[in-house]
């Protein structure tokens, strides 16, 4: 099993910036791909970024592109969202995610990732 912790989010006014993170442990060594996905009230659960463990291959949703950059610090198990130029369109829960399999492939389907944390709100005013 695999736990992520993520945390970081808050409120913040149009065009500010915010910074998630996501703790992992666990049985980490079996995860390669980890990657952020927020929802919205009413909406579906929405892909945003991903990045590889070994390659650091990186994959943006097209409404962030741009604005978010994901990272990753292998030595601390932990993965990153930098959030600049937020939008009123970008107020969701963001929920860290991880794939339980040595694929270093992105894929933006949430049914692919086996392991979540528990999501950290955020909320951008206009």
């Known amino acids: 099993q695999v736990q992520l912790v993520d945390a970081g989010g808050g409120l913040v006014q149009t065009g500010g910036s915010l910074r998630l993170s996501c703790a992992a442990s666990g049985r980490t060594y079996g995860v390669n791909v980890m990657g952020w996905f927020r929802q919205a009230p009413g909406k579906e659960r929405e892909f945003v970024a991903a990045?590889?463990?070994?390659?650091?291959?990186?994959g943006y949703g097209d409404s962030v592109k741009g604005r978010f950059t994901i990272s990753r610090d292998n030595a601390k198990n932990t993965m990153y969202l930098q959030m600049n130029s937020l939008k009123p369109e970008d107020t969701a829960d963001y929920y860290c995610a991880a794939r339980n399999s040595p694929s270093s492939i992105i894929t933006r389907n949430p049914v692919n990732y086996d392991y979540w944390g528990q999501g950290t709100q955020v909320i951008v005013s206009s």
């Open positions: 990045i590889s463990g070994g390659s650091g291959r990186t």
